[in-house]
């Protein structure tokens, strides 16, 4: 069975921290994605990745960074970490145009 | 501005009745999908359509891709409280990768 995890299902940060998101997938797809959601905003693409080491910014990259030095893990990094990025992040990947998602990661930041 | 409009945003029914969500763009898409996602998880593929006019069933919903491929429905008859979640559709434009365009989402609510 297709299978996304993330390493957090809840996760809370102070204001500045660093923060790692981990995902990891064991379908052996070349294409993971990271994506955030608000209420009323939907999913909102950060960052994906379509192979090892590459990356490419979605529709809202500031203030994230993304790692791909493994095809089956797809690590999203808040390099100081804002109140304003409050979210559910959810990872996914794909082989072809459809999504596998992870169950999301509630990130909360104070 | 976004690409895909779902509509309504909000939908509380009576297990039992029948509901239709909507989802309009004024662009062209090569296949709309269909995701539900439950509370505290990811959202989980329902079904995919490709063609201009395809209709897709799966046990009580009944998914539509219209004529021009602007626009898809989504029907469900006889809801039940296991239906309750967030539908989402979302639109692939074509080849460019990482390009899945989502609507903002349908939260159903079906109370028994």
Avoid at chain 2, 7 to 31: H, K
């Amino acid at each position: 069975d297709v299978k996304v995890t993330q390493s957090s299902r809840y996760l809370v940060k102070r204001t500045g921290e660093k923060v790692f998101l981990e995902c990891v997938q064991d379908m052996d797809h070349e294409n993971m994605f990271w994506y955030r959601q608000d209420p009323g905003l939907g999913l909102r693409l950060i960052y994906f990745s379509y192979d090892v080491k590459m990356k490419e910014k979605g529709d809202i990259p500031e203030g994230y960074s993304v790692s791909r030095e493994k095809k089956e893990r797809f690590s999203l990094i808040l390099e100081s970490a804002s109140t304003n990025q409050t979210s559910m992040y959810l990872c996914a990947s794909s082989l072809g145009t459809f999504r596998y998602f992870g169950p999301g990661t509630r990130l909360t930041v104070l | 501005t976004q690409l895909l409009e779902q509509s309504p945003q909000f939908l509380s029914i009576q297990e039992g009745e029948n509901l239709t969500v909507y989802c309009n763009s004024s662009s062209v898409f090569s296949s709309l999908q269909w995701y539900r996602q439950e509370p505290g998880e990811g959202p989980v593929l329902l079904v995919t359509v490709v063609t201009g006019g395809e209709v897709k069933k799966l046990k009580r919903l009944t998914f539509q891709f219209g004529d021009a491929r602007k626009d898809s429905s989504l029907h469900i008859t006889a809801a039940q409280p296991g239906d309750t979640g967030l539908y989402l559709c979302a639109g692939h434009r074509g080849s460019t990768l990482g390009r899945l365009y989502f609507g903002r989402g349908t939260q159903l609510t079906v109370w028994p």
